[in-house]
């Protein structure tokens, strides 16, 4: 586990907020998220046509004040929830903080998807692009896992056709 989803994972435990949108190993609670900001999309937007009905009836003044409230209440807190979420997830370092499982999981696809590439008409280019990714996990990953990334890259290249149309040795 990384230094970043220890710290996520030790706040979960702290805040109510974080406890709300962050799961017990740190991991974004996509669907609880999307939830959340299409309700308050729809309240913004209620609000907002309430208020114009309203300001369309009691005047100018009525109005202004409205969209003020729905502006300050409703926009804002919205903008910071999102600003948070955006804030917390990425730091912009060339490094991942994937689970064991996540990882596993990833590695499993990809192994699967280059079996599944044989015999395709497509195939050598498909195997270039699992190595490619089989590398990049490789080159992202902590330095205790890298052999297991190491290896499946090495061995999907190994599964690509020569110009002369057979598998390498491998």
């Known amino acids: 586990m990384s230094m970043q989803r220890d710290a996520r994972a030790r706040a979960a435990h702290q805040s109510p907020i974080v406890r709300l949108f962050y799961d017990r190993e740190g991991d974004l609670r996509t669907t ?84 599944d590439a044989k015999g395709r008409p497509d195939e050598a280019e498909r195997l270039q692009w699992l190595t490619r990714e089989a590398w990049l996990i490789a080159d992202t990953v902590p330095d205790e896992h890298r052999a297991e990334a190491v290896a499946l890259a090495v061995e999907i290249a190994a599964m690509r056709p020569t110009p002369s149309g057979t598998t390498a040795p491998g």
Not at 37 to 48: E, F, L, R, S, Y
Not at 95 to 100: A, K
């Open 32 to 115: 609880r998220v999307l939830v959340i900001i299409m309700v308050m999309v729809a309240v913004i937007v209620t609000g907002t046509v309430g208020v114009s009905f309203a300001g369309a009836a009691a005047g100018p003044e009525t109005l202004a004040i409205g969209a003020l409230v729905v502006f300050i209440a409703l926009k804002l807190p919205f903008l910071v929830l999102v600003f948070w979420i955006i804030m917390r997830k990425g730091n912009g370092e060339a490094h991942n903080d994937w689970s064991d499982r996540e990882r596993g999981e990833i590695l499993t696809y990809l192994a699967d998807q280059a079996r």
